[in-house]
């Protein structure tokens, strides 16, 4: 009888030991993202075919994601994070959701500028915050700069969106970085003068308000153009073959331009595998089809984007680190609500 019950546990503890073995060895990781493209998932099945490990993806809101890696700490099923904005992944670094992570080929892969210098994230994608106009009422001689944008010819003429948005407190912290507070200040509170009406909508209802004449110019992501053109949406397809782009300060300091990222979640306990598929995410051969997906310059320096992209040229970008955008973040917010941008 004793010795039934003795098997009967040494059954159990090897059964447990193995399961316990078997959840290490475990060959997937999971990634909590916000992109949503089927081009995307073609790109983690090869990833999955060369390497064998499986990637499960948990897709929401980047906010949304920030607060239940908040939420979950330890206990979380996530290994990496991909979201959209310097500015977030900052902020994401800053709640200690992430940790570093070190390897030649990504140095190589993600250029110094599109990287945090910690190594708390790497840009997977870039993307450039323009002004788009109307060409039947502005020539594009009459654009020079964001600063220009304040000028008196402008008044009841622009639209953009609201100061809650990331990508505008982020172009608002490049002007911090650039100028200083109190000029920055000054800029925000032009350009609120010149708005056609109290920001509203997204990106795309720029583009739209443009051609239904609610203004003559707007500000946004270059991407959100090439997703208009190639949509299934006719009317946005229109919009988007009206609206012309420009890139401001090209003699000056540049387009502001931010990333997209992904990050090592702190508690993850797959390092070798995430990094594998960091690696994977920004090599050549990933990179054109994993920008394409959203009309995003690729940050491999060796690889070109898609041909809309290379029919507006190449640009001079701004030159500040991408992560002070998150450390003027508040300050940026508090400065535009001062400006009377809503
Ligand atoms: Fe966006």
Redo the contacts with the bound molecule.
């Keep these: 009888m004793h010795k039934t019950i003795y098997i009967l546990l040494a059954i159990l503890l090897l059964a447990t030991l193995s399961a316990c073995q078997l959840k290490n060895d475990d060959m997937s990781i999971t990634i909590y993202t916000e992109r949503h493209y089927d081009t995307d998932q073609l790109l983690y099945d090869t990833f999955t075919e060369t390497t064998g490990i499986k990637v499960n993806l948990v897709r929401d809101e980047a906010d949304k994601l920030i607060t239940r890696l908040q939420n979950e700490g330890e206990d979380t099923e996530a290994d990496l994070l991909i979201i ?1 904005d310097a500015g977030r992944l900052g902020r994401a670094k800053e709640l200690e959701l992430m940790k570093p992570i070190t390897s030649e080929t990504l140095d190589l892969q993600v250029p110094e500028n599109y990287r945090d210098p910690e190594r708390y994230w790497y840009g997977l994608t870039m ?1 450039a915050r323009v002004i788009v106009y109307h060409p039947d009422r502005v020539d594009s001689s009459e654009l020079s700069t964001y600063e220009a944008l304040t000028d008196a010819k402008w008044e009841g003429r622009i639209i953009t969106r609201t100061s809650t948005n990331i ?1 505008n407190q982020s172009l608002m912290s490049s002007f911090i970085e650039l100028w200083g507070e109190d000029q920055a200040l000054a800029w925000a509170t032009g350009l609120a003068n010149n708005f056609a009406r109290d920001p509203e909508g ?2 795309r209802d720029q583009a739209k308000g443009i051609v239904a004449g609610t203004a003559d110019l707007a500000i946004m ?1 270059t ?2 153009i090439g997703r208009m053109l190639y949509s299934s949406d006719p009317n946005e397809v229109s919009v988007a073959q009206t609206i012309r782009v420009f890139f401001p300060n090209q003699e000056t300091t540049g387009t502001h331009i931010n990333v997209s990222g992904i990050g090592l979640v702190k508690y993850s306990e797959k390092t070798e595998y995430a990094l594998k598929l960091m690696e994977f995410l920004t090599s050549e051969s990933a990179q054109s089809s994993y920008a394409n997906a959203n009309f995003e310059y690729p940050v491999h320096p060796d690889v070109l984007p898609h041909e809309l992209l290379l029919s507006w040229g190449t640009f001079i970008k701004q030159e500040i680190p991408l992560s002070v955008l998150s450390e003027h973040s508040s300050k940026a917010t508090m400065l535009m609500n001062q400006a009377g941008w809503k």
């Design positions: 959209a993307r990508y997204n990106d992501n991407y959100y």
